[in-house]
């Protein structure tokens, strides 16, 4: 008898059979229900802002406003969450000719007039102005200071120039931030290229893992970058695996990402009595998987669940190829990971390259294959082991391994975090 199983693969699925002797274990982030829809907890959260510190009652006919969103590499629902925001944002006076969308891309390619519309309804793209940040455009930077952990803050200057800064996104756990959401999509959205390389080196600090927040250094470096430049408000929400709003969060950013914080770590963190042999793991499907830049955090996530030696399969379509031309560049030349590792470290922490350290991190402890869309030979210069045919690797995989083999399948391997039973901290 066989045990059926499907993952999320780019804007489709596919599916793949193991036989119930090996036991396939199926791990899945918890529920989380609620019975008002989407347009209700949107309004309600705006309406009623945590600690009542919100929007002004009323404010100038002058006033500016700069709302920062996620690029396309991220599923927050736009059009969901923009129409409340901006009701309540003429309710008190802001008129349209003032409000600005701020696409946060970070070290991203800025995207092109002509994908707005991937992200904001056509509506909305008509009626105001959208721009998209280019963090290698230092004419368009404005200095704000050097954080506590020697991060020198250059933001956007139309960000800087507004007098109400609200960032909207969603609160999901992040590989090495520890979660995303509150003022990320700024602090890091909207910032020039050196802060972001400098607040990412922090990285190496062994603090920065997923889950962490309290003490993560490159977290609350994010936070007081978010401090220095000013975010006002964080409209976030939490999605369910269908990508269904199931919380809201409004008000002063940290105040956001507390309260978001308790639920993912409820939702995310998944208790487990042992580690895998195997692991067979999907990024989540499209946007998780739109490149492989995206879905090394799928693979950092998988690899937690899986022993010391073992192996990890993960899908992910990566239907837009590498998506870092840097990461590219730096592995031309590279024949190990440790190489890799070595180079990295001589050359000094820029994003990017990062993702080269990050692999080969992640290969010093296990073995890993990805099944993608990416041409193998492009795969194999990254050093990354190609799978040709995810059921026939798999059979081939397991024909090599002992029947008390201890396998997992993760659907959504970004959103699930192990806890190994006993460890209080979730950590």
Request: glycine share 6%.
């Amino acid at each position: 008898m066989n045990n059926k199983f499907t993952l999320p693969y780019g804007k489709t699925s596919l599916t793949f059979e193991l036989k119930s002797k090996w036991n396939p274990v199926l791990i899945l982030p918890k529920q989380i229900h609620t019975n008002e829809d989407a347009e209700f907890l949107i309004d309600y959260a705006i309406r009623n802002p945590l600690l009542n510190c919100g929007l002004p009652p009323l404010v100038a006919d002058s006033t500016k406003v700069v709302i920062t969103i996620n690029d396309k590499t991220r599923p927050v629902p736009n059009d969901l969450l923009f129409p409340p925001l901006l009701r309540e944002l003429h309710r008190i006076g802001v008129k349209n000719a003032n409000i600005t969308f701020l696409i946060a891309t970070g070290t991203h390619v800025p995207m092109q007039e002509n994908e707005f519309h991937l992200l904001i309804n056509k509506n909305i793209v008509s009626q105001y102005r959208i721009l998209s940040h280019d963090c290698d455009d230092e004419s368009n930077l404005v200095f704000k200071g050097i954080s506590h952990f020697s991060t020198n803050i250059y933001v956007n200057k139309v960000f800087d120039d507004a007098d109400i800064k609200i960032v909207v996104g969603d609160i999901e756990p992040h590989h090495f931030a520890g979660f995303s959401g509150g003022a990320k999509s700024a602090a890091i959205g909207v910032c020039g290229r050196n802060t972001i390389n400098q607040n990412h080196s922090l990285l190496l600090d062994p603090r920065c893992f997923v889950g962490n927040y309290e003490n993560n250094p490159l977290r609350q470096d994010i936070e007081e970058i978010g401090a220095l430049i000013g975010v006002d408000l964080a409209l976030n929400a939490i999605l369910n695996e269908q990508k269904v709003i199931v919380k809201v969060f409004f008000g002063k950013p940290l105040d956001v990402i507390k309260e978001g914080v308790k639920v993912i770590r409820k939702k995310a963190f998944i208790k487990i009595d042992h580690k895998f042999d195997l692991v067979i793991a999907s990024a989540g499907g499209y946007p998780k998987d739109i490149n492989l830049y995206q879905a090394q955090k799928a693979l950092t996530h998988a690899s937690l669940f899986c022993k010391n030696g073992g192996t990890v399969i993960l899908a992910a379509a990566c239907n837009e190829g590498v998506g870092s031309q840097s990461y590219s560049k730096f592995m031309e030349g590279v024949n190990s990971h440790q190489q890799a590792i070595d180079k990295f470290t001589k050359t000094g922490f820029s994003v990017g390259p990062h993702k080269a350290f990050q692999f080969a991190m992640i290969a010093k402890r296990v073995k890993f294959r990805l099944f993608s869309e990416i041409e193998p030979s492009t795969l194999e210069k990254l050093l990354i082991k190609p799978v040709s045919m995810m059921e026939h690797d798999i059979k081939s995989l397991l024909s090599n391994l002992s029947e008390d083999t201890r396998i997992a399948v993760i659907p959504y391997a970004t959103a699930t975090i192990p806890v190994i039973k006993g460890d209080s901290d979730g950590n």
